[in-house]
């Protein structure tokens, strides 16, 4: 029941009447919690409900650790990396503090909405990926670029970080450039943050060739 009513007061927040802006930002605040969140509008009543109900359910998550004392503070932020009419690319970032951790535990949460319907959009929809050797024989044959959270591109390590999965996180960036993201400590060390294999519409182009 705490949980249902939790809820139901940030989506509250997030259904507040229409503003000009198609994105706005919500915020919640106390001691050693900053959570600062995107508040989506689309002309469909019923898609931006959607939307922002699984927003609350990551905003309810990250407060969550708060409220149970797991994590000593907790911020959240966003960034819009792209809209048009039909979608909108979010990156939702969470950054907990574990009382006497070296550093924070930051993670990151990028998707992708049909703001027609709500839904999420699958990578699929965009670029199809066999399985992880694929992504990284693309990486070492330079048909995929890697950057780093400073949007620098970076070496890979095939040694010490090899690719071990398909991520589903990704985010359009426009003019047809796609990022799939990875957790720190996946790619890269701590300090390069989210690493993302890049790709450019000829690489999308390639991809969805092989497999066709």
Not at 82 to 100: H, Q, R, T
Not at 181 to 201: K, N
Request: net charge negative; proline share 4%.
């Amino acid at each position: 029941m705490k949980k249902i009513f939790s809820l139901a007061l940030l989506l509250t927040t997030l259904t507040a009447s229409m503003a000009s802006a198609s994105v706005q930002t919500g915020s919640i605040q106390k001691v050693n919690l900053d959570l600062k969140y995107p508040l989506v509008y689309t002309q469909n009543q019923t898609a931006q409900k959607k939307i922002n109900q699984d927003i609350a359910t990551w905003v309810y998550d990250s407060k969550k650790g708060y409220d149970t004392g797991e994590f000593y503070s907790v911020e959240t932020e966003y960034e819009v990396t792209y809209e048009d009419d039909s979608v909108i690319s979010l990156e939702l970032i969470n950054l907990s503090y574990p009382a006497g951790a070296a550093h924070e535990w930051v993670s990151y949460d990028c998707i992708v909405y049909n703001k027609k319907t709500g839904n999420r959009i699958p990578l699929y929809n965009y670029v199809r990926i066999r399985n992880a050797d694929q992504l990284e024989t693309g990486i070492l044959s330079m048909v995929l670029p890697l950057y780093n959270e400073s949007d620098e591109e970076v070496e890979y390590d095939s040694e010490n970080w090899p690719v071990k999965r398909v991520s589903q996180d990704y985010l359009l960036r426009g003019g047809g450039t796609i990022d799939l993201v990875y957790q720190p400590y996946e790619l890269g060390p701590f300090s390069d943050g989210a690493i993302s294999i890049r790709f450019s519409p000829e690489a999308i182009n390639y991809f969805n060739r092989m497999n066709s």
